[in-house]
């Protein structure tokens, strides 16, 4: 309720006139974007998602900036300056929020790690191996590819 209410007095103090770039909307959306890149990473960094952090990625995460940013304002806002004959300025806010949003919540993962020094437990480790060749029907170890005895 936090985050919608600070939304609604932003647009509400700030309304884009209609056929305008909707700068409020887009702005909130890119802080909120930023913001939980950056909680998703240092929450991710500092241990499982269960516990206290599970409650702050829910409470604040989903609950207040989820609350405050807002897709459904964007969509409403581009479709509506397409039908009003805004097409440019239509297109060229959707293209821009989506890929600014993807590059503001970038943003906030790598500020995120920069901050936040990953624990011991949630350093990821790679392990690669290979899986045993299937012996063939006598018992020779077949070659990458060929048949085995169940293939022929």
Sequence with gaps: MLGTALRAQLEGAFAAPAGQWPWVTFGI???GSFVLG?????????GSDVGWRRAVRVGFGTGVIGGFTTYSTFIVEAA???RDGHAATGVAYSVVSLVLGLLTATAGFVVG??????????????????????????????APGAPTGGDR
């Design 38 to 46: 950056g909680l998703l990473e240092v929450l991710s960094r500092t």
């Design 113 to 142: 790690a920069a901050v936040t020094p990953a624990t011991t437990a949630t350093r990821a480790t790679t392990v690669t191996s290979t899986p045993p060749t299937p012996p063939t029907a006598a018992g020779a170890p077949t």
């Design 80 to 82: 509506l300056l397409l």
């Design 29 to 31: 959306n890119l802080v």
